[in-house]
């Protein structure tokens, strides 16, 4: 039920919080940025985060949301990369 609960909140995130989020993630590892991203756009890990039984309308704008974060983040200038 947390987990629930902790899903529908990150799915109403605006995507410029989802953004920043995923910066701060990012931050957090010791990955190469540009590794991190392209493995997170091909395998798409975050879609096992999706609970079960869920507002398939929701989860779907979640999937999208994190396609768009991860895309605008991997679109960044080098210099801007993971400061």
């Not at 919080?17 to 395998?43: G, H, I, M, V």
């Not at 994190?66 to 400061?83: K, M, N, V």
């Amino acid at each position: 039920m947390a987990h629930r609960q902790a899903f529908y909140k990150v799915s109403g995130f605006s995507l410029e919080d989802l953004a920043c989020d995923l910066e701060a993630y990012l931050r957090s590892t010791r990955e190469n940025p540009q590794e991190f991203l392209r493995t997170w756009q091909k395998l798409e890990p975050y879609r096992i985060a999706i609970p079960t039984e869920v507002n398939l309308t929701v989860a779907r704008l979640f999937t999208s949301n994190l396609r768009l974060a991860l895309d605008l983040r991997s679109r960044q200038e080098p210099s801007q990369s993971h400061r």
